[in-house]
């Protein structure tokens, strides 16, 4: 069983950053991608960026394209999610995962982004 605690919320005005972590813990594991996903309010959950495990390649929602980066630190089992220019429609609550979302879901971390 493979755990995933992800952190660094935060409150931060339009424009503001930040930057999101996630542990993986438990089992050996090794997947193809990790991911992290997001849910607004009312909203159902929805990707927003992947990175291969060799971190050789890398996918994003078009909404963030440009703004987030996403990588990866295989050693610690851990990846994270920058988050740069954030826009109020990016309050959500963030969830990491493997890329085909086959793990159990984390707490997340709520991040808000005020106007």
């Known amino acids: 069983q493979v755990q995933l605690v992800e952190s660094g919320s935060g409150l931060v005005q339009a424009g503001g950053s930040l930057r999101l972590s996630c542990a993986a813990s438990g089992r050996t594991f090794r997947p193809s991608a990790m991911a992290w996903f997001r849910q607004a309010p009312g909203k159902e959950r929805e990707f927003v960026a992947a990175?291969?495990?060799?971190?050789?390649?890398?996918w994003y929602q078009d909404s963030v394209k440009g703004r987030f980066t996403i990588s990866e630190d295989n050693s610690k089992n851990e990846w994270y999610l920058q988050m740069n220019s954030l826009k109020p429609e990016d309050t959500a609550v963030y969830y990491c995962?493997?890329?085909?979302?086959?793990?159990?879901w984390g707490p997340g971390t709520l991040v808000t982004v005020s106007s």
């Open positions: 995962n493997v890329r085909d979302k086959s793990l159990s």
């Open positions: 990175v291969a495990w060799s971190g050789s390649s890398t």
